[in-house]
């Protein structure tokens, strides 16, 4: 073989393995691209009121294709509109969110992100109810914070009728995040919000008299601010018996013993 036919060889061999290499480097990146840049969807998506939200959202630095998944026949539908400069056609849509979408990184122990697991409130809605991540935290599309209309979907119009209560959102008492048992709220998460409020926060010391759940004698969720007061009488019963309530007959318990510290005013 010539010295000019090997060199010939030599530079065809050569161009034949950078053309590999580049095609190789290409379809990483485009598979790439594909799968992990969110500028594909904003192709279509820019304009539209889902990706405002998103890019103004907590899940920002999340590239979309990490919640909505594609299978190959959509990703190859998706790069021939994108190429095109058409949306991209074909059955079934794409980039629907997957069972457990949600669970690569609330369930992971990543501390970059809330995790969920063990928590009440998804204890009983998801591992019990079985309830879908987005029929909660999709009502504001990519807004994700779980707004109270999600809450009164299922469990319905639940006013209160407290003075000062009727604006806070249901987790405000209703802790889904906590470790306890079920989701009514506890003494602890009255108390959390009460002494952060600075509500007479004296009077719920571990020293105060009464230690007992605070819905024993509250229920912000009655119907009328008068029923949302168990009345005293419900406990005790016999009290009016006592010789020292004859003379405060008609009155009111609490005009004599003040609330959370029942220690009777004397006169």
Same mark, same amino acid.
């Given at each position: 073989?010539?010295?000019?036919?090997?060199?010939?060889?030599?530079?065809?061999?050569?161009?034949?393995?950078?053309?590999?290499?580049? #095609?190789?480097?290409?379809?990483?990146?485009?598979?790439?691209?594909?799968?992990?840049? *969110?500028?594909?969807?904003?192709?279509?998506?820019?304009?539209? *009121?889902?990706?405002?939200?998103?890019?103004?959202?907590?899940?920002?630095?999340?590239?979309?294709? !990490? $919640?909505?998944?594609?299978?190959?026949?959509?990703?190859?539908?998706?790069?021939?509109?994108?190429?095109?400069?058409? !949306?991209?056609?074909?059955?079934?849509?794409?980039?629907?969110?997957?069972?457990?979408?949600?669970?690569? $990184?609330?369930?992971?122990?990543?501390?970059?992100?809330?995790?969920?697991?063990?928590?009440?409130?998804?204890?009983?809605?998801?591992?019990?109810?079985?309830?879908?991540?987005?029929?909660?935290? #999709?009502?504001?599309?990519?807004?994700?914070?779980?707004?109270?209309?999600? =809450?009164?979907? =299922?469990?319905?119009?639940?006013?209160?009728?407290?003075?000062?209560?009727?604006?806070?959102?249901?987790?405000?008492?209703?802790?889904?995040?906590?470790?306890?048992?079920?989701?009514?709220?506890?003494?602890?998460?009255?108390?959390? $919000?009460?002494?952060?409020?600075?509500?007479?926060?004296?009077?719920?010391?571990?020293?105060?008299?009464?230690?007992?759940? $605070?819905?024993?004698?509250?229920?912000?969720?009655?119907?009328?601010?008068?029923?949302?007061?168990?009345?005293?009488?419900?406990?005790?019963?016999?009290?009016?018996?006592? *010789?020292?309530?004859? !003379?405060?007959?008609?009155?009111?318990?609490?005009?004599?013993?003040?609330?959370?510290?029942?220690?009777?005013?004397?006169?």
């Amino acid at each position: 073989m010539g010295e000019r036919r090997r060199r010939i060889l030599y530079a065809a061999a050569s161009v034949a393995v950078v053309l590999a290499a580049a #095609a190789v480097a290409g379809a990483v990146r485009m598979k790439r691209f594909m799968e992990e840049d *969110p500028r594909l969807c904003a192709y279509c998506h820019r304009a539209s *009121p889902e990706f405002a939200l998103w890019n103004r959202g907590s899940h920002r630095m999340v590239a979309c294709q !990490r $919640c909505h998944h594609n299978t190959q026949e959509q990703q190859v539908a998706m790069l021939r509109g994108f190429l095109a400069g058409t !949306r991209p056609g074909g059955k079934g849509g794409h980039g629907e969110v997957e069972v457990g979408a949600c669970a690569a $990184c609330h369930l992971s122990h990543d501390p970059r992100w809330p995790q969920v697991g063990g928590s009440r409130g998804h204890r009983i809605h998801v591992d019990q109810q079985r309830i879908a991540c987005v029929r909660c935290h #999709a009502a504001s599309v990519h807004g994700f914070e779980p707004v109270q209309a999600s =809450c009164r979907a =299922c469990h319905g119009q639940h006013a209160v009728s407290v003075s000062g209560m009727q604006q806070l959102h249901c987790f405000a008492c209703h802790d889904f995040l906590s470790q306890d048992p079920g989701l009514k709220p506890t003494r602890r998460d009255c108390l959390r $919000c009460h002494s952060a409020e600075g509500v007479l926060p004296s009077r719920f010391s571990d020293q105060a008299p009464m230690q007992f759940a $605070c819905g024993a004698c509250h229920k912000p969720h009655a119907k009328t601010k008068e029923e949302a007061l168990v009345a005293c009488t419900s406990c005790h019963k016999d009290v009016a018996k006592a *010789p020292v309530h004859a !003379r405060a007959r008609g009155r009111r318990c609490v005009e004599c013993h003040e609330p959370h510290l029942w220690k009777a005013k004397r006169g």
